[in-house]
């Protein structure tokens, strides 16, 4: 019958056709599909590097952005998340073996009193599609955690986020406890959450607010860009 | 003070039914020189506090209470609704507190020299905005009122997708421990919603008489 789906047999697509296809079942949320497609590919000698980059990420890209716009709501947006982290389950043992190019380091968290990790965790599977090396170190954390996580992994990025009105300004006692052990300048600092905006942001002595996970990524690659512009000069 | 639990809704006698309250808020009776400007989740409770008290001064209007699921608009909704009632009104006292808004709320009474209730979000001044500051320890408490407990399905289950992707619970979910219900009425059939909620998102549950806490006494000074 001309109304009925016709059901899509994966193997069958070509690549660019599967990669398109991916985009959509990702947009659908559809985990089952996307490990499915991922294997595929990788099956067709596809680098995991190119995957996560032209499927999962590119995909992504399109829900974050329609999230932005008012499209897409939260339960869609996890939903995808679920299906790229599905993906990305598959890719990140096989990037590792691939030595896929790391942009930098990145320590992430929700602060003391905070409990809400849905928008950090986002930010953290978007960073480490874009190639950084992420260490989420959950919610509640005292500044000690971050302080001491930002040293052990040798983070260039240190990120912060709070859903609450009243555990945001804990980022401030963060940053201004890293200004008076004289290593605030050796991180860029992030901040994010629902609450927040560019002037709160800019008021606590953060380097930049974030307004959801696709700009969580471009900050942070223009800010280690600098950065590598700094040290060759 | 705890109220009866009368739902007759607004001032004037006029119903105000919770999905109305949810989704298209209240209009304003055009009567009194102080107009009150609410959270739709709060209309129940400022219409009886104003009827139980004979405040004659006093009107209420209220924005949709979904707003809370886009905190960043509660700010813009506001400022058009003060300019759309300002005129009619001596006085304009915004029913809202932070509500998540990052400041937003408050740059807003600033701009317009208005005052808003006490704290950041109806369970504090619910509990009593010091009393409810001191849980440090209750960082993993979901709370509901009497109107989150009528409409837990249109406010939290729903917006979240919960209906349809139970499977998300853990994401929204995983890290709170109980619900905390912050009853304004003595209502057998709220308890039980509220207990209904926390099976459902697979928490504890803990009801707490709280009645009106600060409300009744921040609207007194309107």
């Given at each position: 019958m001309a109304d009925e789906e016709e059901e899509i047999i994966?193997?069958?697509?070509d690549d660019a056709e599967l990669v398109e296809q991916m985009m959509d079942d990702l947009y659908d949320g559809l985990k089952d599909e996307i490990t499915e497609g991922v294997n595929i590919l990788l099956e067709r000698g596809w680098a995991p590097y190119r995957i996560l980059t032209e499927a999962l990420v590119a995909g992504m890209t399109i829900v974050g952005k329609d999230f932005r716009d008012g499209i897409l709501f939260v339960p869609e947006v996890l939903l995808a998340a679920n299906a790229m982290k599905a993906g990305m389950s598959i890719l990140k043992p096989l990037l590792a073996e691939t030595g896929a190019p790391t942009i930098g380091r990145m320590v992430i968290g929700t602060v003391k009193g905070d409990i809400h990790d849905i928008g950090q965790n986002l930010v953290t599977m978007m960073m480490e599609g874009a190639g950084f090396e992420v260490k989420n170190i959950g919610?509640?954390?005292?500044?000690e955690n971050f302080i001491e996580a930002a040293g052990e992994f040798d983070a260039d990025i240190l990120g912060m986020s709070a859903l609450l009105t009243t555990t945001m300004p804990y980022m401030k006692v963060v940053i201004d406890a890293m200004k008076e052990q004289g290593i605030r300048d050796d991180y860029i600092v992030l901040v994010g959450g629902a609450p927040l905006n560019e002037e709160f942001g800019r008021a606590i002595g953060a380097d930049a607010y974030c307004r959801d996970a696709a700009v969580a990524v471009e900050t942070a690659k223009e800010f280690m860009a600098r950065r590598h512009n700094r040290v060759s000069a | 003070m705890s109220l009866p639990g009368d739902p007759s809704g607004a001032p004037g006698g006029m119903t105000a039914p919770d999905d109305a309250l949810n989704s298209d808020g209240l209009a304003p009776?055009?009567?009194?020189?102080?107009?009150?400007?609410?959270c739709g989740a709060l209309a129940r409770e400022i219409a009886d506090l104003i009827r139980l008290n004979g405040w004659a001064h006093m009107d209420l209007a209220c924005l949709p209470a979904i707003l809370h699921n886009t905190p960043d608009r509660i700010a813009p909704a506001l400022r058009a609704a003060i300019e759309t009632h300002?005129?009619?009104?001596?006085r304009i006292l915004i029913g809202y507190g932070d509500c998540g808004s990052g400041g937003g709320i408050d740059a807003l009474c600033e701009d317009y020299g208005l005052d808003r209730l006490p704290g950041p979000h109806c369970y504090a001044f619910y509990e009593g905005v010091d009393r409810f500051l001191?849980?440090?320890?209750?960082?993993g408490a979901f709370y509901l009122t009497d109107f989150l407990a009528r409409q837990f399905d249109a406010f939290v289950i729903r917006p979240l997708g919960l209906d349809r992707h139970p499977e998300l619970r853990e994401a929204y979910f995983g890290h709170y421990d109980k619900v905390v219900y912050l009853a304004q009425t003595e209502d057998p059939h709220l308890d039980a919603a509220a207990r209904a909620a926390a099976r459902r998102l697979g928490l504890d549950y803990e009801r707490r008489a709280t009645g009106c806490g600060d409300l009744g006494s921040a609207l007194a000074r309107a």
């Open positions: 994966l193997s069958d697509l919610i509640n954390n005292p500044l | 009776t055009g009567t009194g020189r102080v107009l009150v400007l609410a300002r005129p009619r009104y001596d001191a849980h440090d320890e209750e960082i």
